[in-house]
């Protein structure tokens, strides 16, 4: 393996800036969309007293989920010495920092006073696993900037392992608490399972690789930088293992619930009977969001074939915002089991009469808030790039040689 | 002579400062006075009391909703205008609810109950676990309420009652009541008509409304109180009984 030279993001202005006033497009509309909620109330979302977790949620949680998975290869080189992912650690640490600030605006945004962000950085419950996560998203920002200043600063280069194995543990932890989030919630059906915590680590590998091999290719790309076939093999098979792993975890999770009758009617909406819902499981999750994709990577002809890894990480991203939509919202959309034994014929307030699921019609505003939250991470990273040495010169085989570690 | 001008100075300006001084105080005085109507808003609430409810869903007539009415009234849920250019529809599944009526059927006997549906105050209210800032807490006195000015509006609570108990408010504000205060962007739910509470008063308005005697509001710890004697005498049960939250609230009925 040869030295590894980083170098500013070279593009041409013209096209520089023409990427940053695209992204810049989607901020303010995001940004004026957020406004109008804010200003309006939420009653101009789709969310109401039944489903008061809507699209910013789905968007939210993914960016924080791909936020972890994106310093996983950053955590290959130092943790598991892997020496050829070293070079890649710059641009991990970089998209991590830049989603996770993504998720968390949308979230803070999304909240019913979001003025009062204050008041949840300085009052703290601390049964809550949402305080533990203002802990540890704050942390994560922390530690992974501490982590890069060690691979950037050659003085610091000793503290380089330490730095990485804590930035490793940390997103452990963190991704366990947003999981956490829903399976700590014991009071509907869809929730409450101690394998929520592992599925979204797992799911985050996923998503956070996919996510990272869309913007290595990308800025590689546009600067004519060399990226070896050896390089991506190692990558596109990850991501590949990834989403085999994410397939496991689901089958398992509806597998377990299966066994149990309590959790029949759940399982029969989310797999057979629930409309938009199950359709979105089996065809955006299932289908498009794991089996082709694996079917892509892992083919001999298409999984060599850049052009195919790139549909296959943009299948994975997509399925990704499904699979969170089907978590989010069916979980909330099928209705709590109040009078266990009972059927509720009549309700003055939505409680699922005769079974029947509850309504979320998802509206733009809530959308444009998400795409917003998209636009900062990418501008985030793409100011980085451009400004420091975050990407490597070559990624070009004899350069990182792939084949060794 | 000089000497006298003196000596009125003097005393015109120590009546002057006095003067100032009780207009400044006085008000002060008047609202620490702990007589008259104050009555228990001065005192802390105390874990002795464990207010709590018995509804006897028998005597709950199908079709009627007078508690609902009365909790909305008292609360000053029905000075809540749909914002406008919403949509019906959609508004009402938007508009807070602190109680509701649910009829229920068993799925295998057929059997049907109507009752009335509000937050269960539980001992170990699972909304109070989730809840980031503490906003959402247990008094000693068992009711658990919202505090408004640190709920951040991330209705996490809302995800974790199994009662679906709770309501954000969706919209802006422009009447309220003092006794209820309300603000855009915050969780809310049945505090137990808590200013009664802090008042003195011993009853629910759902309780006063209900022209059939189906719900009896309380002391549980007091065991000569009426709903310490309805418990002891009639069978009754708790909602979710199987999730453990000991709640306050308990049907007879169902």
Same mark, same amino acid.
């Given at each position: 393996?040869?030295?590894?030279h ?10 520089y800036?023409g ?5 810049g ?10 406004l ?10 789709g ?31 130092s943790?598991f010495g ?19 600030v ?5 979230l ?26 203002i ?28 730095a ?29 399972a ?14 956070g ?5 869309l ?20 990558l ?44 979105l499981?089996?065809v955006?999750?299932v ?7 694996m ?5 001999p002809g298409?999984?060599?074939?850049r ?6 990480s ?5 399925g ?39 309504y979320?019609?998802p ?21 980085g ?12 085989d ?8 | 002579?000089?000497?006298d ?6 005393q015109?300006?120590?009546v002057a ?10 008000? !002060?005085?008047?609202?620490?006075? !702990?007589?008259?109507e104050?009555?228990?808003?001065? *005192? ?13 869903t ?13 909790? *909305? ?16 529809e ?7 609810r ?6 229920v ?8 109950s109507?009752?009335?549906?509000m937050?269960?105050h539980? *001992? ?20 658990v ?6 709920c951040?509006g991330c ?5 974790a ?16 009541l ?9 969780? *809310? ?7 009664r509470?802090?008042n ?6 759902c309780?006063?409304a ?10 549980l710890n007091?065991?000569?109180?009426e ?12 909602l ?15």
């Amino acid at each position: 393996m040869k030295k590894i030279h980083y170098r500013e993001w070279g593009i041409e202005s013209l096209r520089y800036w023409g990427l940053l006033a695209v992204l810049g497009v989607f901020l303010a509309i995001g940004g004026l969309a957020t406004l109008y909620m804010e200003h309006e109330g939420h009653w101009v979302t789709g969310m109401n007293n039944q489903i008061v977790w809507g699209v910013p949620h789905v968007f939210a949680i993914f960016l924080i989920a791909a936020a972890s998975g994106a310093l996983n290869i950053a955590a290959f080189g130092s943790v598991f010495g892997k020496k050829v992912y070293r070079s890649l650690g710059r641009l991990s640490g970089l998209l991590a920092m830049a989603l996770l600030v993504g998720g968390l605006l949308v979230l803070v945004l999304d909240l019913g006073q979001p003025g009062r962000l204050i008041v949840a950085m300085t009052t703290y419950n601390i049964k809550s696993i949402f305080s533990w996560n203002i802990y540890l998203y704050v942390g994560f920002l922390a530690i992974v900037a501490i982590y890069l200043f060690t691979m950037m600063e050659r003085k610091a280069n000793k503290y380089y392992p330490a730095a990485g194995l804590v930035a490793f543990v940390w997103r452990l932890v963190l991704t366990t608490g947003t999981g956490s989030i829903f399976g700590f919630l014991v009071a509907r059906q869809g929730y409450g399972a101690a394998i929520m915590a592992p599925m979204f680590i797992i799911m985050s590998f996923a998503y956070g690789m996919a996510i990272y091999l869309l913007v290595l290719l990308f800025t590689f790309k546009l600067d004519d930088r060399p990226i070896g076939d050896g390089l991506l093999m190692r990558l596109k098979n990850l991501l590949g293992i990834f989403v085999a792993a994410v397939f496991y975890f689901v089958m398992i999770y509806h597998l377990s619930n299966l066994y149990g009758t309590e959790n029949h009617e759940y399982e029969a909406f989310i797999l057979r009977d629930g409309g938009i819902y199950t359709t979105l499981f089996w065809v955006g999750w299932v289908f498009l969001g794991m089996v082709l994709p694996m079917g892509i990577l892992f083919h001999p002809g298409s999984g060599r074939s850049r052009g195919a890894i790139v549909v296959a990480s943009i299948l994975v991203i997509l399925g990704g915002f499904t699979a969170m939509y089907v978590i989010v919202v069916g979980g909330q959309v099928f209705p709590m089991a109040i009078f266990p034994g009972k059927v509720i014929v009549e309700s003055g307030f939505y409680d699922g009469v005769n079974g029947q699921v509850l309504y979320y019609a998802p509206s733009l505003p809530e959308f444009l808030l998400g795409l917003g939250g998209v636009a900062v991470a990418l501008t985030a990273t793409f100011v980085g790039v451009r400004v420091l040495k975050f990407l490597p010169e070559s990624l070009a085989d004899e350069v990182v040689d792939p084949h060794h570690g | 002579m000089s000497q006298d001008i003196d000596q009125e100075r003097r005393q015109f300006v120590s009546v002057a400062g006095l003067a100032a001084a009780a207009t400044v105080v006085a008000p !002060g005085a008047f609202l620490l006075d !702990g007589s008259a109507e104050a009555g228990s808003r001065r *005192e802390p609430a105390v874990d002795k009391v464990r207010y709590g409810m018995f509804i006897d869903t028998t005597k709950c007539a199908d079709g009627c909703t007078e508690c609902v009415t009365a909790c *909305e009234k008292e609360n000053g849920i029905d000075l809540l205008r749909m914002p406008e250019g919403a949509d019906p529809e959609e508004w009402d599944r938007q508009r807070p609810r602190w109680m509701r009526t649910v009829k229920v059927k068993d799925r295998l006997t057929g059997r049907v109950s109507n009752l009335p549906m509000m937050c269960q105050h539980c *001992e170990h209210p699972p909304c109070v676990d989730v809840c980031p800032t503490g906003a959402s807490f247990r008094r000693a006195d068992g009711i658990v309420m919202v505090d408004r000015h640190i709920c951040i509006g991330c209705r996490y609570c809302m995800m974790a009652c199994p009662y679906k108990a709770r309501s954000f408010i969706h919209e802006n504000v422009d009447q309220q009541l003092s006794i209820a205060p309300r603000g855009k962007g915050c969780v *809310e739910s049945c505090n137990f008509c808590v200013h009664r509470r802090d008042n003195g008063e011993n009853t629910t308005a759902c309780q006063d409304a209900c022209s059939h005697g189906a719900i009896v509001f309380g002391d549980l710890n007091d065991s000569n109180s009426e709903v310490s004697k309805v418990l002891r005498e009639k069978d009754n049960t708790q909602l979710r009984a199987d999730l453990k939250l000991n709640t306050s609230v308990r049907y007879c009925g169902i």
